[in-house]
């Protein structure tokens, strides 16, 4: 969830219990179909008549109930005032998410930092186009279905984001990623977002 002063957007919102009704979306962004990041039950509990939302536009058609708007990677678009790029997102050599499924990642602009989701993909080449562009990376390094840690720090290297962030880690101790990824890139922070809140 990104809060500013007036506006809130989620990013594929899993498992919202029902006081998150207090908390209403204003966007959305939705990565892929896969339950635990395409969660109607959850969407139902912080969407609204007024809430936007974007998605792959493989996935449009699940998502009509919600109004979501599709987009294919490199499309550029904006979210309840916020600019946002697509970013192809998928497992080169694995099964789970296939690069002909045109799932995404996002790089979302708040109130000036770029704030990339990389949706649930391992390094990828496209990432060599991100270098510059992106302040804040959200990495799923939890392996298995994603990129492991050896593919994070890659990916840390090419986009050189200001801070990092572990997510989708399955059985994975953010702590481990952290004191890699600070040891080999010392101008990258790694937040641990299990722990606190990030303030930027």
């Not at 993909?121 to 302040?135: C, H, M, R, S, T």
């Not at 990623?177 to 606190?196: G, I, M, N």
Request: hydrophobic letters at 35%.
């Amino acid at each position: 969830m990104l809060e500013t002063a007036n506006k809130r957007v989620y990013i594929d919102p899993y498992k919202l219990t029902p006081e998150f009704k207090e908390k209403p979306a204003d966007g959305v962004l939705i990565t892929h179909e896969h339950g635990d990041h395409f969660d109607a039950d959850s969407l139902e509990i912080i969407v609204n008549p007024k809430t936007e939302l974007i998605c792959p536009v493989t996935c449009a058609g699940p998502m009509t109930q919600f109004g979501a708007k599709g987009l294919k990677p490199w499309d550029k678009s904006t979210l309840c005032g916020f600019n946002v790029e697509a970013v192809p997102s998928y497992n080169p050599n694995k099964k789970f998410h296939p690069k002909a499924n045109e799932w995404l990642g996002y790089i979302i602009t708040v109130e000036g930092h770029h704030i990339f989701h990389t949706g649930d993909a391992d390094f990828i080449p496209e990432y060599n186009q991100l270098k510059g562009k992106v302040d804040v990376a959200l990495l799923p390094v939890g392996d298995n279905y994603t990129m492991d840690f050896k593919d994070g720090l890659k990916t840390v290297a090419t986009i050189k984001p200001k801070i990092a962030i572990p997510m989708h880690l399955w059985s994975k101790d953010p702590q481990d990623f952290k004191q890699q990824c600070e040891q080999a890139y010392p101008e990258t922070r790694v937040e641990d977002l299990s722990l606190k809140s990030l303030d930027l």
